[in-house]
């Protein structure tokens, strides 16, 4: 078959510069991840903040153990990841993150919902919300651009002022839908 | 000094008399040794999350470049984590130290062989990542190279430090007294030992 023609995004694209600001507001001082798409500009700009150390994971659940490890010595992590990426999570937020009520802000770039042309993300991308809640995180999504300052602000209030395990899920539409071509 | 390991040595002379060493611990045979070894407000032991050990360590370890941070763990647990050795070698933090306690047992489950009883060389694949000072050792006298090390770790010693302890076939049971298991317990204990009792409020 033909690559797909790309679904339209919203541009210019400056959420993931709301993201940012919004980070850098409530205190953020480590960020983990494995590289995104979605999330190529925020990386970028953590990355060249001092303020801010950039750690870049093998595999999502170790950032599990960071955020954890940055709440015990005093400071803030986010975790930036794609839904995929959830499923290499889940045991270290139950079994780590729930079991010891440590804040976690994860930032999660959704697959496998808006338009997707890989059938191998829909699976998961489909059970994101389901395994979030069943393992008792709170979830908030965000749709639209002009959304992500203010969700973010409340998500990470959640995490970090009331020790909660939190997912922002930015939606396809929002991110845009990967065009091969 | 040189002689045969006991496992007990290793906790005991990494952890027993280090007021200031932030630790994280392995679940099992690892936390039990640093139990044995004192109970202490500025160790995290791991009662689950397996394979997180070293991840966790290394947040610690960022958070706080001030403050040595030991990560006491088994070959089990650091075999589940093995990705974290390179993510470790890459942020290579100067204050981070990983001692693996490695018995080439599952001891918690029936003492099935590990993956270190055979070809798997832990200190090699944490040198292949790019941690430089990666370390076998098997004997008393390696033992204090290692806690000589973690004394002056990120002054004059620059880590990040990996160390494999082995003592084959050796297993730790649970002391007499447990060591705390509830996980947010043992976050506020250590977070207001750290920072004070502001942390809390």
Not at chain 1, 168 to 175: K, N, Y
Not at chain 2, 97 to 102: E, F, K, L, P, S
Not at chain 2, 123 to 134: L, P
Request: glycine fraction near 12%.
């Amino acid at each position: 078959m033909t690559a797909p023609v790309p679904l339209p995004v919203s541009t210019p694209v400056t959420w993931p510069d709301a993201l940012y600001d919004t980070l850098k507001e409530v205190g953020i001082d480590q960020i983990g991840h494995v590289p995104d798409a979605g999330h190529a500009r925020l990386i970028d700009r953590c990355e060249h903040d001092p303020g801010i150390a950039v750690t870049g994971l093998t595999s999502e659940e170790e950032g599990v153990g960071l955020a954890a490890g940055a709440w015990l010595g005093g400071q803030r992590a986010a975790l930036l990841m794609q839904s995929s990426g959830l499923g290499n999570c889940i045991n270290a937020i139950a079994s780590l993150a729930e079991a010891g009520q440590f804040p976690l802000l994860m930032i999660i770039t959704m697959r496998g919902e808006w338009g997707e042309f890989n059938p191998w993300q829909v699976p998961l991308g489909r059970a994101t919300r389901d395994v979030l809640l069943a393992i008792d995180c709170r979830v908030l999504n965000v749709h639209r651009p002009d959304e992500v300052g203010d969700t973010a602000l409340a998500a990470a209030r959640l995490a970090f002022d009331s020790s909660q395990r939190v997912a922002m899920l930015l939606t396809q539409r929002l991110i845009g839908t990967k065009a091969f071509r | 000094m040189t002689g045969a390991l006991t496992r007990q040595m290793i906790a005991d002379r990494l952890v027993g008399n280090d007021a200031d060493l932030l630790v994280v611990t392995g679940l099992g045979g690892t936390a039990w040794d640093a139990s044995r070894a004192g109970d202490r407000e500025l160790t995290y032991y791991l009662w689950g999350g397996m394979g997180l050990a070293a991840s966790m360590g290394l947040g610690l370890a960022l958070s706080r470049p001030d403050r040595r941070v030991l990560v006491l763990t088994g070959d089990g647990e650091m075999l589940m984590g093995l990705g974290s050795l390179a993510t470790v070698a890459r942020a290579a933090p100067t204050n981070l130290a990983i001692v693996v306690v490695d018995n080439e047992l599952y001891g918690e489950t029936g003492g099935q062989m590990s993956h270190t009883a055979g070809a798997c060389d832990l200190a090699a694949v944490a040198r292949a990542t790019g941690i430089a000072d990666s370390r076998l050792v098997s004997d008393a006298a390696g033992l204090e190279d290692v806690a000589g090390a973690l004394r002056t770790l990120g002054t004059e010693r620059q880590g990040p430090v990996f160390a494999v302890v082995r003592v084959p076939g050796q297993l730790s049971g649970p002391p007499a007294e447990l060591p705390p298991r509830d996980g947010t317990y043992l976050k506020h204990r250590f977070r207001e030992a750290l920072m004070g009792p502001a942390v809390l409020r």
